[in-house]
């Protein structure tokens, strides 16, 4: 705990002022960088780290933290986050604040607000707890120049989707981002992309991409990545790495292999991934591609057409025989504003729910009605536990929710959303051992910070942002489940962003002290 302390000083001295406003005493210093902890102290001053070390002699401050037994690291940073829409449903962060995030990078899957400037410059004036930076998505920029249409751009439009991503790169974005399984990134041909990515690469910006395919064609979709990298001459992030379906399980040999292989020949490609067995999407993406274009009246015309309707119950149910499943029991409905009653409930049950057999064209049905009352988000429990654990031992892969600010105990959702790190930090480090403790807070900390090139932060060091998070390494836990996943995650005592104490012995002050933070191309 922290001790406030009062000086009585004689009138000629009331120009004195304290060494620190903040001292942190004799915790186990993880600096990030991926060094071996050390005792030590750490002060703060005007939201700076201003000494960091063995030497710091116990000096005046406002305020000391005594962190003995605790764990000081830098806050950790997810390079994955949708947190559009969410920032004033909860500008305290509270999901990501108590998982020790102090920074989120946010238009990630082609999503992104279109004028990043503005979105900063808001974002600077609302005051979240954490710091946010932003990509700008291609999925977007292409639904603002040429709709949901499933054709290849006109020259004028290129012109007018360049301009644009130019314009983002300049206003702060940290690069650009695709979402090529969603509409109507899926439309899209890969010279699109390098185009737009050279864009971006002018302005020393990253593309981050959720790849053309996670599953059969996972390989392929890999390679389209690596290709634009390497011809727009970028640095790639690959993000949420994982292998979709029970038919691709132990594939992670040969997909982590292709990343490495890359970087051996120059290019700059990393990965990130959540450590979970379940992904979490629209329930859309059971469709196929075509059926998705043009908007919810056109896909309500075409899944009422009978002959259609036959030939996406056929598709729904070839991909089910992939999997080798029976039943659509892996999809699991986390938010249905028609009926939240199916919320937390799995495609086959809800088919049983609405008085149907217990047949897998049944349930395929289910799901066209559920397009058909506006869609639906959803949990989909595909992935193997061996994929999660080797992806993890990957040197250069992040750790990311993919998740937005959550509101508590609104639907149903991935548990993701509340204890990513403190998942990676308790399973993966404490109990199973597969990464040592220092290794994951590098993973967290500094190899995001310097690919996304957030300057000042991601380490313990001198003149660094004092992004700070103090923890148990005893105690620190997931709370959060599938099938209870509003739960704030434990063992994170404190977290300073920006010099401020925003968790205060487990409990959020309520400090809203989070910036903006804006790409190398910034103007």
């Known amino acids: 705990m922290y001790k406030w302390f009062l000086l009585l000083l004689p009138l000629s001295a009331f120009s004195q002022q304290p060494a620190y406003d903040i001292l942190i005493r004799n915790g186990k210093i993880i600096d990030g960088a991926g060094n071996n902890w050390y005792y030590g102290n750490v002060a703060v001053k005007d939201g700076k780290i201003v000494k960091a070390g ?11 933290i005594d962190a003995t037994g605790l764990i000081v690291a830098p806050g950790f940073i997810d390079v994955h986050t949708h947190i559009e829409g969410d920032e004033t449903k909860d500008p305290t962060a509270a999901s990501f604040i108590y998982d020790g995030v102090t920074t989120v990078v946010a238009g990630n899957c082609g999503a992104s607000h279109t004028d990043i400037g503005k979105y900063l410059s808001w974002l600077d004036s609302l005051h979240l707890s954490v710091n946010v930076a932003t990509l700008i998505g291609h999925n977007d920029v292409r639904k603002a120049v040429m709709g949901r249409a499933n054709r290849d751009a006109t020259p004028p439009e290129m012109l007018q989707m360049e301009a644009m991503v130019d314009k983002a790169m300049q206003d702060g974005a940290v690069g650009l981002s695709t979402g090529l399984i969603y509409i109507p990134g899926t439309y899209t041909k890969t010279p699109e992309i390098i185009a737009l990515a050279k864009i971006a690469s002018k302005y020393r910006g990253v593309y981050a991409t959720h790849m053309r395919d996670e599953g059969d064609s996972v390989v392929s979709a890999i390679n389209e990545a690596i290709t634009i990298g390497r011809e727009a001459g970028i640095p790639v992030e690959i993000s949420h790495f994982k292998l979709s379906g029970q038919q691709n399980w132990g594939r992670s040999k040969e997909t982590v292999q292709m990343v490495k292989a890359a970087r051996e020949k120059g290019v700059d490609v990393t990965i990130d991934q959540y450590p979970y067995t379940a992904s979490s999407t629209s329930i859309s993406t059971l469709l196929p591609d075509e059926i998705l274009a043009d908007g919810q009246d056109s896909i309500k015309a075409r899944l009422q057409n009978e002959a259609i309707k036959k030939d996406v119950i056929s598709y729904m149910l070839k991909r089910l025989k992939k999997r080798k499943l029976k039943h659509f029991s892996y999809a699991v409905v986390t938010s249905h504003k028609a009926d939240s009653s199916y919320n937390g409930k799995s495609i086959e049950a809800i088919n049983l729910m609405k008085g149907r057999k217990h047949k897998a064209k049944y349930e395929a049905e289910t799901v066209i009605d559920i397009m058909l009352n506006g869609g639906a988000g959803a949990v989909f429990h595909g992935m193997g536990e061996e994929d999660v654990q080797r992806i993890m031992q990957y040197p250069f892969g992040m750790f990311a929710s993919d998740a937005s600010i959550r509101i508590w105990g609104e639907g149903m959702p991935h548990p993701r959303g509340y204890g990513t790190n403190a998942r990676v930090l308790a399973k993966y480090v404490r109990e199973e051992k597969i990464i040592s403790l220092e290794e994951a807070i590098r993973r967290m900390t500094s190899l ?26 005893q105690a620190v836990q997931d709370m959060a489940t599938f099938e209870k996943p509003h739960a704030y995650s434990k063992g994170f005592k404190y977290v300073l962003v920006n010099g401020k104490i925003t968790v205060d012995q487990e409990k959020h002050t309520g400090i809203r002290n989070g910036k903006a933070l804006y790409g190398p191309g910034k103007r």
């Open 54 to 64: 063995r030497a710091i002699l116990d000096s005046a401050a406002s305020v000391i």
């Open 448 to 473: 995001p910070a310097q690919k996304f090139q957030l300057q000042g932060r991601g380490l313990i060091k001198e003149g660094m942002f004092a992004d700070i998070v103090i923890f148990d390494e």
